[in-house]
């Protein structure tokens, strides 16, 4: 069972439908190209290709933010090359208006639900759930492979709103109505919006199709002896960030439905009292409210926020228990604040719409929800930094990336306590305050906790190693590089300066952060260039990194670390081993880790 020979590369493929069998079924066929690597309905599989994708629309969102960091750092500037590049979007190798907020909108919408969403949930629930819950595979393979395909055919959709004539949708990454309701309104709200929504509701199909399958799997498919209270912490986190999508992604999709009524069959959900100066026409809408729009789309939004954050914060926590060689610290408090935080995800959408003429008192309750969620918050902080104090902390690559996760965490977090309050708030709305904010604690968080699961669990994925010298690079340079960008907004934006202007030079009371500007635009484009070394190591490793030859190279306690080094369709290659203990057993009675296959002592307590 030590080597991959077992079951990987025979052509055979074990399945099992009974994850309790004393040994699985084998069904004898030949696995062909298609079927393993293109429509396979192995788990594995599957998250690699969800990773790769998710990897593809990171560098083109990335790329996005240099070219619109290129126009805010060197307003006054031309770059001929960019014209060649972008052709009649950037005349004159300037960035046209359009094509300015076309790239706000893309970006925003490629790295929150493509990239943070499909790809970070989409790799790790896929590969982790049944490896470390004693599964064959996902409760229905087919629904999982399903999945991808529709993730695969909403990134084909968006991707192909880049090249039509009138460009893809520029209403922000919010679409927000009138805007994005009025085909007439710009260029970018014509043929580029109907592209969006039709990507976004072939994204919300593949979350749904993705949820429901990683919830039945989780409850119903767990080995024998696996409790829940068993569960590695990633498996919690994944579990509720299901369920946030499965409640809040069709509330999305409702409203996405009802944005087309409005833009194609004369309906007024969003619409009333329009009048359009270019073609100096009213419009006979009435009744309809733009405000709605903003419930529907906040009310999956807000949650959306923890859909891509929880995923995140398991992968760091299993991570940060094994690089510290002690127990996590406060297992069941952890699970407590996934859970609380699961509950008032759904309870907080209004503090993004504070200045739409809400309520003054209705505000003051979504601020006292908004400061609650602080709280589990703030528990699962305290816990992973009393999990470092006195551990013997190994400075992995993926350690270092889990404490730049909780770096960014807090600082991100503190700047949120400034716009939970409904007060600040009117002030520092749509300025680069919460440009700063979000990208901080949502966008370079996860980001980090993506890349943190990324080269601890790649020599499970692929069999070998990642270069660590250049794991190291991307660490230091991505982690202070963030900070250098981001941290500076702040005060750009308690100054006032607005987000989403493509030019500031005509205001004097901006000119002050010119330079500024031209720094952040910089140091971004390194951190970008850095991400692409990140890349090359990725898929160098692939077939060049150095193999593996243990089972268990990080000497971890989880299920995944007893299967052969490549493990095969089905996991393992007789019974499915049988669950005895905790997942956080590390230096106990004098072993410094005990797996969880590992029966307990004659004198040890259940956990």
């Known amino acids: 069972m030590s080597t991959d020979s077992t079951i990987?590369?025979?052509?055979?493929?074990?399945?099992?439908?009974?994850?309790?069998?004393?040994?699985?079924?084998?069904?004898?066929?030949?696995?062909?190209?298609?079927?393993?690597?293109?429509?396979?309905?192995?788990?594995?599989?599957?998250?690699?290709?969800f990773l790769i994708t998710g990897m593809i629309w990171a560098i083109l969102g990335g790329l996005m933010s240099v070219l619109f960091r290129l126009q805010l750092g060197y307003p006054d500037s031309t770059f001929p090359w960019l014209e060649d590049i972008l052709g009649k979007w950037a005349k004159g190798g300037k960035i046209q208006p359009e094509a300015y907020y076309a790239l706000i909108t893309m970006h925003g919408t490629v790295l929150v639900f493509f990239v943070l969403t499909g790809g970070l949930s989409g790799t790790f629930a896929n590969f982790l759930i049944p490896l470390q819950i004693g599964a064959r595979d996902m409760a229905s393979p087919f629904l999982n492979m399903l999945s991808y395909w529709f993730f695969w055919m909403a990134s084909v959709?968006?991707?192909?709103?880049?090249?039509?004539?009138?460009?893809?949708?520029?209403?922000?990454?919010?679409?927000?109505?009138?805007?994005?309701?009025?085909?007439?309104?710009?260029?970018?709200?014509?043929?580029?919006?109907?592209?969006?929504?039709?990507?976004?509701?072939?994204f919300v199909v593949s979350s749904l199709l993705g949820g429901l399958?990683?919830?039945?799997?989780?409850?119903?498919?767990?080995?024998?002896?696996?409790?829940?209270?068993r569960l590695p912490l990633t498996i919690w986190a994944i579990l509720f960030t299901a369920i946030l999508g499965v409640l809040s992604f069709p509330v999305l999709l409702s409203g996405l439905i009802l944005?087309?009524?409005?833009?194609?069959?004369?309906?007024?959900?969003?619409?009333?009292?329009?009048?359009?100066?270019?073609?100096?026409?009213?419009?006979?809408?009435?009744?309809?409210?733009?405000?709605?729009?903003?419930?529907?789309?906040?009310?999956?939004?807000?949650?959306?926020?923890?859909?891509?954050?929880?995923?995140?914060?398991?992968?760091?926590?299993?991570?940060?228990?094994?690089?510290?060689?002690?127990?996590?610290?406060?297992?069941?408090?952890?699970?407590?604040?996934?859970m609380a935080i699961t509950i008032l995800a759904f309870l907080v959408w209004a503090h993004h719409m504070f200045v739409t003429g809400l309520n003054p008192f209705l505000g003051s309750v979504f601020v006292l929800l908004t400061l609650l969620i602080a709280v589990p918050s703030a528990i699962k902080v305290f816990n992973w930094l009393t999990t470092l104090w006195r551990g013997n902390i190994r400075f992995t690559p993926a350690m270092l990336f889990a404490i730049g996760f909780v770096s960014m965490f807090i600082s991100g977090g503190l700047t949120g306590v400034f716009l939970g309050n409904s007060t600040l708030d009117i002030h520092l709305h749509d300025t680069m305050f919460i440009v700063a904010h979000f990208h901080i604690v949502m966008g370079v968080s996860a980001f980090l906790g993506m890349f943190c699961g990324v080269y601890h669990w790649f020599p499970k994925m692929y069999g070998r190693y990642m270069n660590n010298t250049m794991a190291y690079i991307h660490f230091w340079v991505t982690f202070a590089g963030a900070y250098l960008i981001f941290w500076p907004m702040h005060y750009e934006g308690l100054a006032g300066l607005p987000r989403r202007y493509m030019d500031y030079s005509g205001w004097s009371s901006f000119n002050q952060f010119g330079g500024l500007n031209r720094f952040i635009s910089t140091?971004?484009?390194?951190?970008?260039?850095?991400?692409?070394?990140?890349?090359?190591?990725?898929?160098?490793?692939?077939?060049?990194?150095?193999?593996?030859i243990s089972k268990n190279p990080w000497q971890a306690n989880t299920l995944e670390w007893t299967t052969p080094i490549r493990p095969g369709h089905g996991n393992w290659?007789?019974?499915i081993p049988e669950v005895h203990r905790w997942a956080y057993d590390y230096g106990k009675d004098g072993k410094e880790f005990i797996l969880q296959t590992e029966p307990l002592g004659a004198d040890e307590q259940h956990h």
């Open 8 to 49: 990987h590369g025979t052509g055979e493929v074990i399945v099992s439908h009974d994850t309790h069998d004393a040994g699985p079924e084998v069904h004898h066929h030949k696995e062909t190209f298609i079927t393993k690597y293109v429509f396979s309905q192995d788990h594995k599989m599957i998250c690699k290709q």
């Open 157 to 202: 959709v968006m991707l192909t709103s880049l090249f039509i004539e009138t460009g893809p949708a520029s209403g922000g990454w919010t679409v927000y109505p009138p805007l994005s309701a009025l085909g007439d309104a710009n260029l970018g709200s014509k043929g580029g919006m109907d592209y969006w929504i039709t990507g976004m509701a072939l």
């Open 213 to 229: 399958n990683y919830i039945t799997t989780i409850l119903n498919m767990r080995t024998k002896g696996m409790s829940m209270t």
């Open 259 to 338: 944005l087309l009524f409005d833009r194609h069959a004369g309906t007024s959900f969003y619409l009333s009292d329009i009048f359009i100066s270019a073609t100096q026409k009213a419009l006979p809408n009435e009744g309809g409210s733009p405000i709605l729009y903003q419930h529907l789309f906040w009310f999956l939004g807000h949650p959306e926020v923890y859909i891509i954050i929880l995923p995140a914060m398991g992968l760091v926590s299993e991570v940060m228990a094994i690089n510290s060689r002690k127990p996590i610290f406060g297992y069941m408090a952890m699970v407590g604040s996934l």
């Open 523 to 548: 140091v971004s484009m390194v951190v970008f260039a850095v991400q692409l070394m990140f890349v090359f190591n990725f898929f160098y490793s692939i077939f060049k990194g150095r193999k593996v």
């Open 573 to 575: 290659p007789g019974e």
